[in-house]
């Protein structure tokens, strides 16, 4: 089955850039997209890219697609504490669910 | 404006007892879903309804029952719960099957002794 791999931790400081990286298996998924969690909370959107596409840019937020490596990444310009929370990379299942990777824990150091 | 509500928000069991988590939404979804959120280990899908009248099994649906009462309403069911059991659950729903923008609940923390 489709596999989706994140790795666990990410640390920064306020002000840096971050970079959160996701493989994945299969790319047979119309949408990719990126949801965070904040803590004690459930999970929001925070963007999604249509397949074709290799960025799409939503202001602080770029995502980028390389379908050929099949690799997903979401970078956060001038990154703020209120960033800090689990971004999560998700990809369409065959079973119109969605497939999740265990999640990236960012950490925004003052 | 209320989105996906999930019931209760926490729950203490012990072993070998049951209980039902209720979830609405009120976006006029066609699809349901329920996960569990462990540590390390992301969210796996239990169960999910593409539509009214049909339920489906997920990657984890062991120990689990759900009923998709209605077109607003899915409710994920332990009839004898496990240690095993204790997790996050979180209630999702989405316009269509293919892997559209889900909506989450806020979750529901299960703990089972």
């Known amino acids: 089955g489709e596999d989706v791999e994140q790795s666990l931790f990410l640390s920064v400081r306020e002000g840096d850039s971050s970079v959160i990286n996701c493989t994945y298996t299969?790319?047979?998924?119309?949408?990719l997209y990126w949801y965070k969690q904040e803590p004690g909370a459930g999970l929001q959107l925070l963007t999604y890219i249509f397949s074709n596409m290799d960025m799409k840019q939503d202001q602080r937020l770029t995502v980028l697609l390389n379908k050929k490596d099949k690799h997903l990444s979401l970078r956060i310009a001038d990154t703020q504490t209120g960033d800090s929370a689990i971004y999560f990379c998700a990809l369409g299942g065959s079973q119109g669910n969605l497939i999740f990777g265990k999640g990236t824990k960012l950490s925004v150091k003052p | 404006n209320a989105g996906v509500t999930q019931t209760p928000k926490f729950q203490v069991l012990k072993t070998g007892q049951s209980m039902t988590l209720q979830c609405a939404q009120d976006m006029n979804h066609n699809s349901m879903y329920w996960y569990r959120q462990d540590p390390g280990m992301g969210l796996r899908l239990i169960y999910y309804s593409a539509s009214e009248g049909t339920t489906d099994k997920g990657e984890v649906p062991n120990g689990y029952n759900v009923s998709r009462l209605n077109k607003r309403e899915f409710s994920l069911r332990l009839e004898s719960a496990a240690p095993s059991q204790t997790s996050v659950y979180f209630c999702?729903?989405?316009?269509?099957?293919?892997?559209?923008?889900?909506?989450f609940g806020q979750g529901t923390r299960l703990t089972v002794v």
């Open positions: 999702a729903s989405s316009r269509d099957r293919e892997g559209a923008e889900a909506f």
């Open positions: 299969d790319s047979s998924s119309t949408y």
